[in-house]
Structure formats: structure tokens, C-alpha cells
């Protein structure tokens, strides 16, 4: 089972929008709507930004929003800032037989 | 709150064998499944093993099954990976993550384990 596909990075300015993707197959991320996003800060355990596609955790900033189209999810940051410096990986459930599979991640850059 | 903590990394020669513990508390841990996800360095992140709250079924990766085996104490609120027949390419920070509703919701802040002659 490939890994998901993610743009290795992306950029943005504070106070700026940026949609991070994460394109698989019809049998993950067209399959199920149990995609996650994790944001990891270097030399930190990943936390858990959003799951089922568009759920938030409590806590996480509604700054941090979710979608999906066919097999490719998308996840949106508005008003970037500073903190939100960081890795991000989608992640997919996909199926009783290969399970979970993670995305390539992206690294995003506040400028 | 949740804690998960782990331990037992450390480095080992290929060949080798090393056991991984986690540690958890602030939650009932024997109602919750349980993951082990690991992480090459500078690398992405790679599921490796879920195991369900009763022990009732285990899945694995490809690239580790036959070699590795995950279990768990509910008595000392504990889950372990055993790693056997250890290859360069294991070489990675292990985390584990507890599981809700087929989502890593909590994480541990992970143990690295090397292997190197």
C-alpha cells in the first residue's frame, strides 16, 4: 500500500489561507470518510487537528478545517500564524486488510 | 488527563530482538484499542500495529508482520511490541497511540530505536 500524496510544502504569509492536499485511492480515501490530519512540531509526538474529514477536537483552533472530494482530502488554515509552523499528515483508514495509511507530509512555512 | 508513555527503545544489532512498553494512564485503558505508529528519521509516519481493548484481534503491517507482535496487560495498563528479527530499516521513533472511533487520538511522545552493527 503506496503512501498517501502530499505536497512536500507550502508556504504562506500570517493571516493568509493555505490548503494543504492529500490524494489516494478508491480504497482509502474515496472509500471511507476517516481521514485525520497531525500537526508535528520537530522533535514532538503528532496531535490530532481533524478527524472524520471535517471534526474538530476540542481545543483545536477553528482556524483548522476539513474536506474531501472523491480521493483527494484537503486541509484548510486560515489566518496562518506563526505556531502553525509546523509538519501536517493526512492519514486514511483503508480497509480490514491494509488498515491505515499515512500521507508523505507537507511541510508548512510561515513567512 | 491522558498520558501515554514509552519505553525499552535503545540501540540493537540487526538480527536482533528488543521489547517496546507503553505505559498508560489518566484514561481506562482496557476499553480502548491501541496503535503503535514509527517513524524513520526525517521520515513520515508508517502505522505498524493496532491491537483491540480485549486482545480479541491484532493487525499488522506488511513490513513488520511475522516479526513483530503486539500485546497488552490491561492489569498494568500496559501495551508492549515485541520486535524480533530487527532490520536497519526498523530504525525509527516508535509511538503509540490510543485509539477512538478509527482515530490516533492521543499520542505518546514516542521511544527511538536503532539498529546498527
Known amino acids: 500500500q503506496s503512501a498517501l500524496t502530499q505536497p512536500a510544502s507550502v508556504s504562506g504569509s500570517p493571516g493568509q489561507s493555505i490548503t494543504i492536499s492529500c490524494t489516494g485511492t478508491?480504497?482509502?480515501?474515496?472509500?471511507?470518510?476517516?481521514v485525520s490530519w497531525f500537526q508535528q512540531h520537530p522533535g514532538k509526538a503528532p496531535k490530532l487537528m481533524i478527524y472524520e474529514v471535517t471534526k474538530r477536537p476540542s481545543g483545536v483552533s477553528n482556524r483548522f478545517s476539513g474536506s474531501k472530494s472523491g480521493n483527494t482530502a484537503s486541509l484548510t488554515i486560515s489566518g496562518l500564524q506563526a505556531e502553525d509552523e509546523a509538519d501536517y499528515y493526512c492519514c486514511s483508514y483503508a480497509g480490514s486488510t491494509t488498515f491505515y495509511v499515512f500521507g508523505t507530509g507537507t511541510k508548512v512555512t510561515v513567512l | 488527563q491522558v498520558q501515554l508513555v514509552e519505553s525499552g527503545g535503545g540501540v540493537v544489532q540487526p538480527g536482533g530482538s528488543l521489547r517496546l512498553s507503553c505505559a498508560a494512564s489518566?484514561?481506562?485503558?482496557?476499553?480502548?484499542?491501541m496503535h503503535w505508529v514509527r517513524q524513520a528519521p526525517g521520515k513520515g509516519l508508517e502505522w505498524v500495529a493496532f491491537i483491540r481493548y480485549d486482545e480479541s484481534n491484532k493487525y499488522y503491517a506488511d513490513s513488520v508482520k511475522g516479526r513483530f507482535t503486539i500485546s497488552r496487560d490491561n492489569s498494568k495498563n500496559t501495551l508492549y511490541l515485541q520486535m524480533n528479527s530487527l532490520r536497519a530499516e526498523d530504525t525509527a521513533v516508535y509511538y503509540c497511540?490510543?485509539?477512538?472511533?478509527?482515530?490516533?487520538?492521543?499520542w505518546g511522545q514516542g521511544t527511538l530505536v536503532t539498529v546498527s552493527s
Open positions: 497511540a490510543r485509539e477512538n472511533g478509527n482515530v490516533f487520538q492521543h
Open positions: 489518566g484514561f481506562a485503558f482496557s476499553a480502548y484499542g
Open positions: 478508491s480504497s482509502d480515501v474515496g472509500s471511507y470518510n476517516l
